[in-house]
């Protein structure tokens, strides 16, 4: 006959600041540790683990609560943490691919496609760079010094601006850039001056407008998008998506002027209008943060808007904005 048996499954926990506190206690009454480990229901080499691991390098004092909880938590955190990059031929390949000018995206992505080296993905990218490699921040796209952690926005308050239709009301052929005429509008602003620019791209072509402002008011958004999109056609101007800024709250006599729709991205959800966020970043590898605007021309802006306009894109199949512009005029 087969004689079965059950293991026991052991669970573990780790000590609570409560349950540190109450060694302190022991300690300090001449307890000894199997009497501490037993009024807290623990075993006596648990708590012998802790009072080694835990015991204060400085002054006499054998062990506190306070600090052997920090050093708990601590020890957890780093436990948790994986190592990123953990191939030196990779490690190698990112950073020679940063140095020109490369963006973890597309480096993730050809390390895939070449299969010659450890898959990664450009978050991993970007954690190694700024925990291992700060020499290469950089080469990074907005090379910020710290990251920003996510959801960490100061200041969230509830938006300001009247009759905001939400992106997600917006049709499905704008949404699949199956329809020529839809538009994202955001700024780019600086410490250094009042100034800003007003930056337009059309969804499907990609083709970009630049626009000085005088300042990031709403008036002064309002007569850029009316200037810049007036003189289109009627069926190339039919939607603008904008985020929640104040300066644009004078959407509706946008819409009045030009014939459009109005539709808003969901507070913090930048990347919903995302081809106007890349414009700008590319505008921005010209004119870094920090820039002056008030000593930059319109004619400056015309150069730049040019140059992107006549840039090739992939998502294009290689064709620049301005041949796909000219298809979406002729139909």
């Known amino acids: 006959m087969t004689k079965s048996t059950t293991k026991q499954v052991i669970s573990y926990s780790h000590l609570t600041l409560e349950e540190r506190e109450e060694i302190v206690i022991g300690l300090e009454l001449g307890?000894?540790?199997c009497v501490i480990a037993k009024s807290i229901n623990r075993s006596v080499s648990t708590i012998s683990r802790e009072c080694r691991r835990n015991q204060p390098s400085r002054n006499k004092v054998k062990y506190r609560a306070n600090q052997a909880h920090i050093r708990s938590?601590?020890?957890?955190?780093?436990?948790?943490?994986?190592?990123?990059?953990?191939?030196?031929?990779t490690r190698q390949y990112v950073a020679e691919k940063l140095s020109i000018g490369w963006t973890p995206e597309l480096i993730a992505g050809r390390i895939k496609h070449e299969g010659l080296l450890e898959t990664t993905n450009h978050e991993s990218i970007y954690q190694w760079v700024y925990s291992e490699r700060k020499?290469?921040?950089?080469?990074?796209?907005?090379?910020?010094?710290?990251?920003?952690?996510?959801?960490?926005?100061?200041?969230?308050?509830?938006?300001?601006?009247?009759?905001?239709?939400?992106?997600?009301?917006?049709?499905?052929?704008?949404?699949?850039?199956?329809?020529?005429?839809?538009?994202?509008?955001?700024?780019?602003?600086?410490r250094q001056s009042k100034g800003a620019i007003a930056v337009m791209v059309e969804r499907t072509t990609r083709l970009v407008k630049i626009y000085?402002?005088?300042?990031?008011?709403?008036?002064?958004?309002?007569?850029?998008?009316?200037?810049?999109?007036?003189?289109?056609?009627?069926?190339?101007?039919?939607?603008?998506?904008?985020?929640?800024?104040?300066?644009?709250?004078?959407?509706?006599?946008?819409?009045?002027?030009?014939?459009?729709l109005s539709f808003f991205c969901q507070p913090y959800h930048s990347w919903e209008k995302g081809s106007v966020e890349q414009s700008i970043g590319l505008v921005r590898r010209t004119y870094p943060k920090k820039t002056d605007w008030d000593l930059v021309s319109q004619l400056d802006l015309d150069i730049i808007q040019d140059q992107l306009n006549h840039r090739p894109r992939k998502c294009l199949n290689f064709l620049s904005p301005l041949e796909a512009y000219a298809v979406a005029l002729a139909a």
């Open 73 to 89: 938590q601590e020890r957890q955190s780093i436990s948790h943490k994986r190592t990123r990059l953990k191939s030196e031929s």
């Open 212 to 260: 000085k402002l005088p300042s990031k008011s709403a008036l002064n958004m309002q007569n850029a998008l009316i200037e810049s999109l007036q003189s289109e056609p009627t069926h190339l101007r039919k939607s603008i998506t904008y985020d929640n800024g104040t300066e644009n709250t004078l959407h509706a006599s946008v819409n009045q002027a030009l014939g459009t």
């Open 135 to 190: 020499d290469l921040i950089k080469h990074l796209p907005r090379s910020h010094r710290k990251r920003r952690k996510r959801g960490s926005a100061k200041y969230k308050h509830a938006s300001k601006i009247p009759n905001r239709t939400p992106i997600s009301d917006r049709s499905f052929l704008a949404d699949s850039r199956q329809e020529s005429g839809h538009w994202e509008a955001d700024t780019a602003v600086s």
């Open 31 to 33: 307890h000894s540790l």
